[in-house]
């Protein structure tokens, strides 16, 4: 069956509208309360639904269903999307969350929401064009990594604001949030080394694998039971790793794409660091929010 991206999933006869307060696969709450308890949907009802109907299930390891659901996602990016806590998709990112907390001295967390970052086609432009360069020099898809070598690390930064909290998922403008600025334009190199006096590896983006070690970043501004994480795809590359400071750093050195900071018994770290020196290596992907 085709589905018309304007018309209602379930009737297919009067347009999408809002529902609960939020743009809906769906005309009205009577469709939408149909659409879950009929048998033509039910296959839909799995952990593995479309993050924008919450109907269909994605398709392979996309977010959403189709072309449709994902071209009105991006349409109204930059938006979060919330993802149902039985979802696939909420036990990856919950398992690299917990798994990678290694503070002894931290009890790990509760995980409470996360929230998949939609991001606009020209958003991910430049992002996508520096990957494809990076893996045309690393050949990084023929030994079986990921195109330019990409990972998912964590950030942890300034909120002021709210957002992540039950309910709040609109950005706000405040120019102190740099939480919601990361989300709405990504990472910036020149608001570098605002949050600390020197940066270990010079004028970079800074990572880790470590979510504990990102935690030890995040700031609420304002009162929130609540704390919210970024997740982030990197394009790594080819890393250097090194083992004592270098503050003086604006780039990887030659033949190097990015650096990593290794924790060892030698290095002046604890915990691990990633850097990037280049906005078009980092693009948000996931917000998590966590007690």
Known sequence: MEFNSELCAFCHFRNRGIVDGLYSSYCSTSCANQAKSSSQYSYGRTNNVCLMCRVRPRTGNHHFCGRPDAEMAESMAPLLLEVPSDHVTFGDIENQFKSSWKHPNKAIPTLHRVYKIVESQSFRANYEVYRVGVDWRGQFMASNLAPGNECRRWHG????????????TQLCYNTNCALCNI???SFDLGHSGNNFGWERFG???YTSATSSKSDDYNQNLVYSPYKALLLNTVIVGQAIKL?????????PPAGYDSVIGEASPSSVLNYDELVVY?????????????T
């Open 243 to 251: 083992t004592q400071n270098s503050p003086y750093l604006t780039a």
């Open 203 to 205: 004028k970079g983006i």
């Open 278 to 290: 280049t906005n078009d290596a980092i693009r948000p992907s996931y917000l998590v929010v966590y």
């Open 183 to 185: 989300i709405r334009t």
């Open 157 to 168: 930064t300034k909120r002021a604001c709210n957002l992540g909290d039950p309910g709040v």
